[in-house]
């Protein structure tokens, strides 16, 4: 009996230990949204926050907080808290919230426009605010003048209609010289606010760099509004000078500070190429610098010109001479990752440079297999050429055109593409987003094209014009929409992976098994349409030679992230994936990265490490991972993680441990930041590029607007921030590990 109530005791009190640990996590979590709401008030965090309130829900019985919830201040309803961001896109963006919409829609009349500024306790936006009322009521007067002039027919002057404008301007100044009414007073601003004030607006403007133009600056509704809110009129000269230099050198301080910091870096050179996939930097070639702890900086930019094809030779020179510009120990650079010049540039820093490892984009990489697959697979020659034959019919026959808009009437979502190039089995990735048209556009016109092959006039048609019969049996052939339908997935495939690529910009080790992967897809492709495995496997494979680099084996089985486990217990790299000439490239690597008088101990490193692996506690932290909140899906929790185990960790490991913090952060992408197409298109047409000193100016905005973008891009957005917040898998996650590693 005394067991009995003992054991009873003890369940009541884990019974009110899980409570009371219940009650405190729900008070944690509502302090943690009230504290995110008061900054955000502040002008610190999300917009959504001025509508979305934390409430907590307590229990009825005991009045303990059970849950917290978020409740819109506009309608009072009441939502779950576990993602803010989420329930202001669903109730507010997405127009669900009544009361979100009628506030966003301006009022009707001139004299009663919504403030700007919704601060009550502000004198300055009150002025503001009434100065505001007082410039729409001015506009409001004139366009009325005009429309009463335009009811005067009888009314002519010498100027025509165009007089009428000024001489509305002209009865207001008269009415004005009548009874003349002072306008309110402006806000008057402080010399610290208005100097705060413009530092604010040059750092948007730079940072909006493209969207926003220096002719903006001169436009009058802007000018308007600055002396509304009581600021000076800008002058461009001030902002392409003095304003400019100053954001440049303190921009430039902060990336060389970063730069001296750092033991080594990875030079990436990005713009070579001016087309990828429908986007690029036209005639701009940029260079930023890689950072072990992950951090990218902006380093310079050039213009080659667009229309010339830069020599291997000059390229060569211009990387070489950016890696002593941005330091003057060149062996600081222990590699450099571009988009295009790889075979023979990048090999000839390497053959000079023993320590470099120079790699070319798997961008570039993975999507070239387009232009291999349109050139050296039967399958995708016939279906762009079969396509071709059926657009070309339909945009240059008269009466099959007629036929066609005739059954296009009846399903008018339906539609063949007439604006189609006349492609050559897609010889140029450029075409690659039309070629994708195409093919989408043929499929979605499938039923509208068997409508017209059965109609009576088409089969007319077909008996008099031979291009008219073939495009008739084409349509009505299961296995031509089969192929189409075969080719366009290839497509998607492919581009997926592309975009992938360029979101998550993988290291040098993670190039074999995204390699693998690619194989995975496409052999799953090759099941699904039926397709024969060996020369869709030729193709993947030339293609990997051509890309392939010794760094990618060295980097896969030095990387902590990919030790397997054996069966005793130990975690060991993954040589056994990799092929016999593989394992000597690891092998030839390392030795050229190295002295010789270093070479044989680091090849002994090399055996022990293959051998003995690394700790278990340890390897499993470095695998961690957590569920990416944009993508969904499953990284690494922390990426430095590989790195800094051989310089913490494996300090037994002298050679090869620098060799494995050398090689793990390096990049396989340069992709990292996209210059504005609209802005280049500016400095071109202004003649800046042209002018030395024009140049100069936009290669200086180019750096600040990228450092800025650069830099935002380390620290994340508001939305984001939150959701780590929010989340609560951390403890779980650790907890796992620590189970995993007990069960040893």
């Not at 009996?1 to 405190?24: I, P």
């Not at 426009?113 to 009521?137: C, M, Q």
Request: aromatic content about 8%; some cysteine; proline content about 4%.
């Amino acid at each position: 009996m005394a067991d009995a109530k003992e054991t009873q005791n003890d369940n009541q009190l884990v019974v009110v230990a899980t409570s009371d640990m219940a009650v405190r996590a729900v008070n944690k979590r509502y302090e943690g949204l009230t504290t995110v709401r008061a900054k955000a008030i502040k002008g610190k965090g999300a917009w959504y926050w001025a509508h979305l309130e934390p409430i907590l829900v307590r229990n009825t019985d005991t009045n303990d907080p059970k849950s917290v919830k978020l409740k819109c201040n506009l309608c009072e309803s009441v939502f779950s808290a576990s993602n803010p961001s989420r329930t202001a896109s669903e109730h507010l963006k997405r127009g669900t919230c009544p009361n979100f919409n009628s506030l966003l829609k301006p009022s009707s009349s001139s004299s009663s426009l919504p403030p700007l500024i919704s601060s009550p306790n502000s004198s300055h936006n009150k002025r503001f605010a009434e100065g505001l009322n007082n410039y729409h009521h001015q506009q409001f007067h004139y366009h009325h003048f005009h429309q009463q002039q335009n009811q005067q027919h009888h009314l002519l002057l010498s100027g025509g209609k165009d007089d009428l404008g000024p001489l509305a301007m002209l009865e207001d100044s008269v009415k004005k010289l009548k009874s003349p009414k002072p306008l309110p007073p402006g806000p008057h601003l402080s010399q610290t606010q208005i100097n705060s004030a413009l530092n604010l607006l040059t750092d948007w403007f730079y940072d909006s760099y493209g969207s926003v133009s220096f002719p903006s600056l001169d436009h009058p509704k802007f000018k308007a509004f600055m002396n509304q809110v009581g600021l000076p009129d800008i002058s461009k000269q001030d902002f392409m000078f003095s304003r400019l230099d100053s954001k440049y050198e303190e921009a430039k301080l902060e990336s060389e500070v970063k730069l001296r910091d750092s033991e080594f870096y990875q030079l990436v050179s990005d713009g070579w190429k001016n087309k990828t996939f429908g986007h690029g930097d036209e005639g701009l070639v940029k260079f930023m610098v890689n950072l072990p702890n992950g951090t990218t900086l902006f380093r310079k930019s050039f213009f080659p010109g667009s229309s010339v094809a830069v020599p291997d030779t000059y390229a060569e020179d211009i990387m070489w001479e950016t890696i002593i510009g941005t330091c003057n120990v060149a062996q600081k650079c222990v590699g450099i990752v571009s988009d295009k010049y790889k075979a023979k540039t990048l090999r000839n820093l390497e053959i000079r440079n023993h320590w470099m490892v120079n790699l070319s984009c798997q961008l570039q990489g993975v999507g070239n297999l387009i232009k291999d697959f349109s050139k050296e697979l039967p399958l995708f020659k016939n279906v762009i050429n079969n396509c071709l034959k059926i657009t070309s019919l339909f945009n240059n026959n008269s009466q099959a055109r007629s036929i066609l808009n005739k059954f296009l009437s009846l399903e008018s979502k339906f539609s063949v593409s007439s604006e189609v190039p006349p492609l050559l089995y897609c010889e140029d990735l450029r075409n690659v987003s039309s070629v994708n048209a195409m093919l989408e556009n043929t499929l979605a016109s499938g039923r509208v094209l068997h409508l017209v092959a059965m109609d009576e006039s088409f089969k007319v048609l077909s008996m008099e014009d031979s291009v008219a019969r073939q495009v008739g049996e084409l349509i009505q052939n299961m296995a031509f929409w089969s192929d189409i339908e075969a080719i366009n997935a290839l497509i998607k495939v492919i581009r997926t992976m592309v975009e992938e690529i360029e979101i998550e910009r993988p290291l040098v080790g993670q190039c074999l098994p995204l390699w693998e992967d690619l194989r995975a897809k496409m052999k799953d492709w090759c099941v699904k349409f039926s397709i024969h495995e060996g020369l869709v496997e030729k193709i993947i494979e030339k293609r990997f030679k051509k890309n392939y680099h010794p760094a990618w084996s060295t980097a896969f089985v030095l990387d902590p992230v990919y030790l397997m486990r054996d069966s005793s217990g130990k975690y060991l790299p993954p040589f056994k994936c990799l092929t016999c000439e593989q394992v000597k490239d690891v092998d030839n690597l390392i030795t050229r990265l190295v002295s010789r008088e270093e070479a044989h101990i680091a090849l002994m490193e090399l055996m022990k490490w293959r051998s003995e692996g690394l700790e278990p506690l340890y390897a499993q932290a470095v695998q961690v991972k957590k569920r990416d909140r944009l993508t969904g899906k499953m990284k690494i929790a922390n990426p430095q993680s590989s790195r800094l185990v051989w310089e913490t960790i494996l300090k037994d490991f002298t050679i090869l441990g620098k060799i494995a913090a050398r090689l793990l952060f390096l990049h396989a992408t340069s992709c990292g930041f996209r210059c504005n197409w609209s802005f280049m298109k500016w400095a071109w047409d202004q003649g800046q590029v042209q002018s030395g000193i024009g140049l100069e100016r936009v290669q200086k905005m180019i750096f600040v607007a990228a450092h800025t973008k650069l830099k935002k891009r380390q620290l994340g957005n508001y939305e984001e921030k939150e959701a780590e917040v929010f989340a609560n898998d951390d403890d779980d996650m650790l907890n796992e590990v620590f189970l995993d590693a007990s069960s040893l």
